[in-house]
């Protein structure tokens, strides 16, 4: 099941106050831009077993957090995390099963079509994530580029 | 920008002695000049370079490499801790690449904010044998100071790099500063010209944009001293671990001297080993170029493949 939501656009503020080097700070251009796209997520059926157990029938309070940053042998790390459903502001929430999926607006980019499934393993076992966007991937499967 | 620890002093070129100063020059660079302000600049950039960030405190420095997940160093940065906020010096023609690596892996919770600082702040180097002694005329007050750390004169920031060994001086300062400048007025010193400082660096095998391309390995561009295989995962981590392991750096950089002009790009040898020339000008009679190449290739004279005499150093 593939469910798209739609989200405006971030740009950040073009310029704040820092202050750097004593004296009566600077004013300066921010260079983070952040682009965003609608994220659409794949969920195989094993994944959405193995979620829903461990979400405990907690649907209601708390989310599945699924994130991306710098990190690992490849340039980003992924992160996938049941947390109480933080502020939505700058997420893209995507229901799965009565299960909310957020994916904030920062990572839409790197995570837009990524596939979650669950090896039921003893070694290498757990959640899985398959990501189209990613151009190599570290042997370990949690680091992309 | 750094340069690799190598003694020029057999291939020095008159540039350098053009006035009565000590045997270094000034040159502005035009680099990248960024800031990284809020929830964990040190540890962010730690993720993401060549170098232990992690532990970089107020007033100290950490020079360090971009590098993709092959190994290849993509930009070469120096860090510098002021507050809670760092500069991050870098090539600046590798600017939009390295600030959009820089900013895409921000977590999503952390107030991590990077700024244009090339417009607020201007970038100096002193860069030849007596460069301590030429930052000392121009600032007498001046102490010895370490390679990790850097002092700051006012609102100038002065600093050596990590790998050269006291060559090559930073000088960091606000553009509405006019202090440093007064200073190279005062004591008559010269600032070089972008073409003096191509054959300045060229001598120092000092990597530039062309060579810092994304094609090569830290070792292939005399950079290997910036990656530390101690510090963790980063990008390219694996490639350098394997490097070291196996022994197998197989290049390494070196400057080319000719009376005939140095062409870029692949050229070989007579005896079938094949060099690739990043960067080539002119100076006087001769030219001057830098080049990757095996490292059975070492000091001398050599023949193209085509007849064409260059002098290794």
Known sequence: ????????????????YVGILGGGGFTLPVVSEVEVVDVSIDMTDAARSALSASMGGDEDTHVLLISAQSGGCSGYMYDMAIVEAPDASGFQIIEIDKIRVFIHNKDSVMLNGIRVDYKDSLMGGGFQIENPNASKSCGCGQSFS | MLPSPVDADNHSVDIMSKSESPKALVFESKSSIS????????????NILTGDVSKLADGGRVDALVCDSNGRVRDVLSCFGIGDEIIVLGIYENMADTRSLLTAGIPWNKDLVLYDGNDALRHFMIHGEEAMELIKLLYPEIGEFPDNKFVSIGDVIVSKNSISHGRHIDIIYRSDDDSFMARILENSVDVGSYEEWEVVRMQSRFPSAKEVDGTHLPSDIGLGELVSLNKGCYPGQEIHARLDSRGSEKKHIVTITSYEPIALGKSRLEGGL?????SATEFGDRHIALAVAPKQISKGPVLTSIGQEYEIA
């Open chain 2, 274 to 278: 094949a060099i690739e020339v990043t």
């Open chain 2, 35 to 46: 800031i990284f302000s809020g929830d964990g600049p040190a540890d962010h950039l730690n």
């Open chain 1, 1 to 16: 099941m593939t469910i798209r939501f739609t989200t405006v656009q971030i740009r950040w503020a073009l310029s704040e």
